[in-house]
C-alpha cells in the first residue's frame, strides 16, 4: 500500500509539475521536491480519514459468520501500510506446519501489543483472528474493525463472560468462521526473560473445538517503539510445533499447558 501511495503522490506530483508550476529553470526544481512530501502526506491523511469513517458502517451487534470481508481487507491493508511507515519487517519460520484446512488454535507468548496485528498479518491468508482483551475492541474506528475481522471480546474481571468468549471462539472454529488466536498469558508481559503463568482455560477452545494446537513465538516487537523513526525493525515469528488434536484429546488443560510452556520455553 505505501508503493502505492509513492507512486500516486509522483504522479501527481509529476502532474502539477506540467500544468500548475512556474518551473523556468534549475532554481525552479525545488518546487516539485516540496510538494512530494506535502502530497504523500495527503494521500496518508486521506487514508486515514476512510479508515475512521468507513468504521462506522461496520456493524458490531451481529456475531461475524464470514470474516473475509471489506472491513478486514481495508484492516490489513491499513496495518501493512503502518508496518512499512515504521519499517518494521517480518521473518517467518516454520509455515509449513500451518494446517492446511486452517482449522487451529494458535497460541503464542505475549510481549507487546503489537503482536495480535503482526500476527495477524502474518496469518492473514488463513484469517486467524484473536481473543482480545474487551478494551482492545472498544478503541475508536480500530476496535470496530477488529469485530468484523472475527476477533472476540475477552472480559477478564468476569468469569462468567471469560466463558462465553472461550466457547464463541471454540464455535467460530467450528463453523468455519477462522482460526483463532489466544495469549495463554492472558496479558503482555513485561519481564525481561520467561514466561507469565498461564491461564490454562485457553486452551479449552482446542478441546471444544477438537482442532491442533499451532504453537508459536514472537520476538522484538517491544523493540518497533524503540527504533521507531530511528532504524528498522526485524520482528520474528517462530511457528514452533503443530500439536494434533488426538495429541491433546485425553489431557487435562493444565497439562496442555505444561506441554505448550515447555515448548515456548525453549525458543525464548
Not at 69 to 77: D, E, G, P, S, T
Not at 90 to 110: A, M, Q, R, S, Y
Not at 216 to 228: E, G, H
Not at 229 to 253: H, M, P, Q, W
Request: proline share 4%.
Amino acid at each position: 500500500m505505501l508503493i502505492f501511495y509513492l507512486i500516486l503522490s509522483a504522479a501527481a506530483d509529476i502532474v502539477l509539475g506540467l500544468y500548475c508550476f512556474d518551473i523556468s529553470g534549475f532554481a525552479d526544481i525545488w518546487k516539485p521536491l516540496a510538494a512530494y512530501p506535502l502530497l504523500l502526506i495527503i494521500c496518508l491523511a486521506v487514508h486515514l480519514s476512510a479508515f475512521i469513517i468507513f468504521s462506522v458502517f461496520a456493524d458490531t451487534k451481529k456475531r461475524v459468520t464470514c470474516v473475509n470481508n471489506a472491513h478486514r481487507r481495508f484492516l490489513i491493508l491499513t496495518m501493512e501500510l503502518y508496518f512499512s511507515l515504521i519499517r518494521t519487517k517480518f521473518t517467518v519460520t516454520g509455515k509449513e506446519l500451518i494446517p492446511k484446512d486452517e482449522k487451529f488454535l494458535l497460541v503464542c507468548n505475549h510481549i507487546s501489543s503489537y503482536d495480535p496485528m503482526i500476527t495477524m498479518l502474518v496469518f492473514k491468508k488463513s484469517n486467524l483472528a484473536f481473543v482480545a482483551k474487551k478494551e482492545a475492541l472498544d478503541i475508536f474506528a480500530a476496535g470496530r474493525y477488529m469485530h468484523r475481522a472475527g476477533c472476540i471480546p475477552l472480559n477478564r474481571e468476569d468469569n462468567r463472560e471469560a466463558v462465553k468468549a472461550i466457547n464463541a471462539a471454540a464455535q467460530n472454529i467450528i463453523d468455519g468462521v477462522c482460526p483463532m488466536g489466544i495469549y495463554p498469558e492472558g496479558k503482555v508481559n513485561h519481564e525481561t526473560d520467561g514466561l507469565l503463568p498461564f491461564r490454562n482455560g485457553a486452551f479449552k477452545i482446542a478441546k471444544k473445538a477438537k482442532v491442533p494446537i499451532l504453537v508459536t513465538t514472537i520476538k522484538n516487537t517491544p523493540d518497533i517503539n524503540k527504533n521507531l523513526f530511528k532504524r528498522s525493525t526485524e520482528v520474528v515469528l517462530d511457528i514452533k510445533k503443530l500439536i494434533n488434536y488426538e495429541g491433546i484429546a485425553e489431557l487435562k488443560t493444565s497439562e496442555i499447558g505444561d506441554m505448550v510452556h515447555n515448548l515456548m520455553c525453549d525458543n525464548q
